[in-house]
């Protein structure tokens, strides 16, 4: 993966639009709070994935940039194919969760590799 894939990953999500003309996040109020279980579930996640990149011998920044490449793939799909029932929109604090686990699923194994 090149190093500008995920800001090209990025562009595409940002500038993909929901037909219907709704905003593409959610507003703040509608996130929920910053320790609901889906954040939680976010963190865990990214962690894991970020974690097993490194022990499959990538470095730090790969293992950062495919884990937010894929949240970002998640936050797409919540805003232009989640179906609306279940609330469709995408998020910034999921986002922030994302990166928060994949930072520490790097830190993680490099405390083990240490």
């Known amino acids: 993966m090149t190093r500008i894939a995920p800001a090209m990953l990025l562009l595409s999500v940002l500038a993909a639009a929901p037909a219907d003309g709704s905003t593409l996040f959610l507003r703040g ?3 929920g709070p910053w320790l609901a279980a889906d954040k939680e579930l976010h963190f865990a996640g990214s962690l894991a994935i970020a974690a097993s990149i490194r022990v499959e011998g990538r470095d730090r920044a790969t293992a950062v940039a495919a884990t937010m490449g894929i949240g970002l793939l998640k936050e797409a799909y919540d805003a232009t194919i989640k179906p609306r029932r279940l609330g469709r929109g ?3 604090k999921d986002l922030a969760a994302d ?15 240490r």
């Open 99 to 113: 990166l928060a686990g994949a930072l520490a699923g790097v830190a993680l194994l490099r405390a083990i590799e």
């Open 90 to 92: 995408a998020s910034w």
């Open 29 to 31: 109020a509608d996130q």
